[in-house]
């Protein structure tokens, strides 16, 4: 951005009603607690702050947060009816072959199974393929391994959706 001037997406974000502004925190991300602490972080400068401000609260996050913004995620390979940001997110999954989607399914009840969480991946970009082998080769993982590559993930996905609260008209 070579303007100094807030844009305009952001702007509105900074002043929206306190409980707008959740409810539309609470469409990035699902955690409560993420969701008051950028809240009370409000104004934003600019994007750069924000999304700092979205990294430290992702890394404050205690299990139990981290869980409940995990619960607003679903399985990979079959997002929620009616939910666009879902469909898009995991665009590389529609065009799958079945024999490919039944393996995510197994697959994701695998993961779900050992980690007691759905899996978890920035979806967006990536190939069926991509995520299939992503779900494989983490199902491995210790643990204590796989919740920071979560909360890792999840801060991803959290920057592109908010990239779209306040930078897109």
Same mark, same amino acid.
């Given at each position: 951005m070579t303007s100094t001037a807030t844009p305009p997406d952001l702007a509105r974000f900074n002043v929206l009603e306190e409980q707008a502004a959740h409810t539309a925190l609470l469409e990035v991300c699902a955690s409560t607690a993420w969701a008051r602490r950028l809240l009370a972080a409000r104004p934003y400068a600019d994007p750069d702050a924000l999304y700092a401000a979205s990294d430290a609260a992702m890394a404050a996050l205690t299990e139990a947060d981290l869980a409940e913004a995990m619960a607003g995620h679903p399985p990979i390979g079959r997002p929620r009816p009616g939910d666009p940001t879902s469909a898009r997110e995991q665009r590389g999954m529609a065009g799958a072959p079945d024999e490919l989607r039944a393996e995510m399914l197994e697959l994701n009840l695998a993961y779900q199974e050992r980690f007691g969480h759905v899996f978890l991946i920035?979806? %967006?970009?990536? %190939? $069926?393929?991509?995520? +299939?082998? $992503? @779900? +494989?080769? +983490? #199902?491995?993982? !210790? !643990?204590?391994?796989? +919740?920071?590559? @979560? &909360? %890792? /993930?999840?801060?991803?996905?959290?920057?592109?959706?908010? %990239? &779209? #609260? @306040?930078? /897109?008209?």
């Open positions: 920035c979806a %967006t970009g990536r %190939t $069926a393929e991509e995520m +299939r082998d $992503a @779900v +494989r080769e +983490r #199902l491995g993982n !210790p !643990p204590e391994k796989e +919740r920071e590559i @979560v &909360r %890792t /993930e999840l801060g991803k996905i959290n920057r592109i959706r908010l %990239t &779209r #609260l @306040v930078e /897109e008209d």
